[in-house]
Nanobody
Framework: QVQLVESGGGVVQTGGSLRLTCAAS????????MGWFRQAPGKEREFVAA????????RYADSVTGRFTISRDNAKNTVYLQMNSLKREDTAVYYC?????????????????WGQGTQVTVSS
């Protein structure tokens, strides 16, 4: 199993940028697909982005396509989420998640390990 710790959240103005980092521990990190989800107050946790084990395949929610970029560095056991052109509706707790398989996925049930989350607040 992979243990995950997110960082990089904070308060940013509309139009600004943040980069989230997910540090993973566990020998299997480089062989599993990873993802980012988010949960706003009063809403369900939703898919944001995902990346395959080798970084060659990525998927994005329609709401973040063109603004967010997911990437990974297997040598550092780290996944990143670069968030640009942030909007107020991006405000949420962002969670890093890991699969037990190498193939990319976009549903919550496909991910078995979760971090504790990091708060992102976009203010006008």
């Amino acid at each position: 199993q992979v243990q995950l710790v997110e960082s990089g959240g904070g308060v940013v103005q509309t139009g600004g940028s943040l980069r989230l980092t997910c540090a993973a521990s566990g020998r299997t990190f480089s062989s599993v697909a990873m993802g980012w989800f988010r949960q706003a107050p009063g809403k369900e946790r939703e898919f944001v982005a995902a990346i395959s084990w080798d970084g060659f395949n990525t998927r994005y929610a329609d709401s973040v396509t063109g603004r967010f970029t997911i990437s990974r560095d297997n040598a550092k056991n780290t996944v990143y989420l670069q968030m640009n052109s942030l909007k107020r509706e991006d405000t949420a707790v962002y969670y890093c998640a890991a699969r037990i398989f190498s193939a990319i996925a976009t549903t919550r049930s496909a991910f078995g390990s979760w971090g504790q989350g990091t708060q992102v607040t976009v203010s006008s």
